[in-house]
């Protein structure tokens, strides 16, 4: 006589794809909030404070709200000091001030060209800056941009201004 096949049944997993979906949850929540924890705290206008070694004397930088804005249509580096000067005098900041941030934006026309054309003619124009007038963007974050708002013989540079301020506590 012939046996019957018995036929296995599989097991449902579909009631273990809910614990899972929860598990991945809780581990992404768990990375969210270490990564959270080590963020700086900065005061009000994000200007950071640190107190040096074996003194009471603490340095923050003041950043400036104004940013100077000009366009340029030739590269000149004579031309650049002398407006980074003239800011700098005009607007009555420190000797101390440097430039913190720079963003170049380079110009080009959507007809017959693309942004990343404007981001070459940007980063050339930053990389002439770096070795003509080494010390100007020595401590500055920099950003290449593209705009077809303005000609593609034009670039557009933004500096962002900072200080370093010494402060001798009364203790």
């Known amino acids: ?16 794809a809910g614990w899972m979906y929860a598990d991945l ?15 700086p705290t900065f005061n009000g206008n994000s200007n950071l404070v640190t107190k040096n070694q074996g003194s009471t004397l603490y340095t923050y930088s003041n950043i400036y709200a104004k940013h100077l804005d000009i366009l340029y249509t030739t590269y000149d580096p ?3 000091e002398d407006d980074v000067k003239t800011f700098i005098t005009n ?3 420190p000797s101390t001030t440097e430039v913190i941030f720079a ?7 959507s007809q017959n060209e693309n942004a990343s054309i404007a981001i070459k003619r940007a980063l050339a124009f930053t990389q002439k800056i770096d070795k003509d007038i080494p010390d100007l963007l020595h401590h500055a ?6 705009s077809r708002t303005i000609d593609p013989d034009q670039i ?6 900072a200080s370093k301020v010494s402060v001798t506590s009364n203790k």
């Open 1 to 16: 006589m012939r046996k019957k096949p018995v036929v296995e049944e599989q097991e449902d997993t579909t009631a273990q």
């Open 25 to 39: 949850f809780l581990a992404l929540m768990v990375v969210f909030l270490a990564t959270i924890s080590f963020v």
């Open 78 to 80: 004579t031309l650049i």
């Open 91 to 93: 607007e009555s900041l």
């Open 103 to 109: 963003q170049v934006i380079g110009g080009y026309s």
């Open 141 to 146: 974050a920099s950003t290449m941009s593209s």
């Open 156 to 161: 557009v540079l933004r500096l962002t201004f």
